[in-house]
């Protein structure tokens, strides 16, 4: 398999999928954004997904040779050294934190040696880029949480987790679009609807958008 890096490598994900693996950060997310888009247009009988530091190409090996798809891949990913990426939308997501909203804020705040008004302060002081979307319909990867916030998962996954729910699951932030089994430490909840199938766009959030979440009272 082609290696293009120490940390980049493009390697099996099965008999009929290659995954282009790249370090987690927001400048290798971006170029991974732009081999997306390419790859998306030069090898459309390939289904791409775009994973948080990886993008995964499923295809059929009777209609197109894994070397081929490798060399599609890793000059795709050259290409995008360099490459613009455009801008996405800056969304604003009011929440409501604590309480019965957010159960586990004093977990997090626990987990973090900060008070739980500490903990809401610095979550909403971040600005949090979509990264991927992923696990549900308009389920958003955010990256850019305060590494003082990341909490572990919860032993015990809930079997329903409200729809709006803002959560933190590691070094991540996330909002769940739709109610849902879920691990992730629930610290508020919105009333956005971060996904709608009867939308002309149905997921409110894509790839490359800046989210930030604005405390309100209850």
């Keep these: 398999m082609p290696e293009t890096s120490p940390s980049v490598m493009i390697q099996p994900f099965g008999e009929a999928a290659l995954m282009l693996s790249v370090d987690v950060a927001l400048a290798t997310q971006r170029r991974l954004w732009a081999t997306w888009h390419a790859l998306c247009a030069r090898e459309p009988q390939v289904e791409w997904v775009l994973g948080m530091g990886n993008l995964t190409g499923f295809f059929d090996p009777l209609a197109i040779a894994t070397t081929q798809l490798e060399r599609a891949i890793e000059a795709a990913w050259l290409d995008s050294n360099g490459a ?79 729809a709006g729910s803002v959560a933190i699951g590691g070094a991540q932030t996330a909002v769940y679009p739709l109610a849902s089994p879920g691990g992730w430490q629930l610290i508020g909840r919105t009333d956005v609807k971060l996904f709608d199938p009867y939308r002309e766009t149905p997921g409110l959030l894509s790839p490359g958008d800046t989210v930030v979440f604005v405390p309100r009272p209850a």
């Design 84 to 162: 613009e990426t455009e801008m996405g939308k800056r969304v604003e997501i009011p929440v409501v934190y604590g309480g019965e909203a957010g159960p586990d804020l004093a977990v997090v705040a626990e987990q973090a040696g900060l008070s739980c008004d500490e903990v809401i302060a610095r979550h909403a002081a971040g600005e949090y880029v979509v990264y991927c979307l992923g696990f549900l319909p308009g389920f958003a990867y955010l990256g850019g949480l305060d590494p003082a916030l990341a909490c572990p998962r919860r032993a015990s996954p809930r079997l329903s987790v409200p």
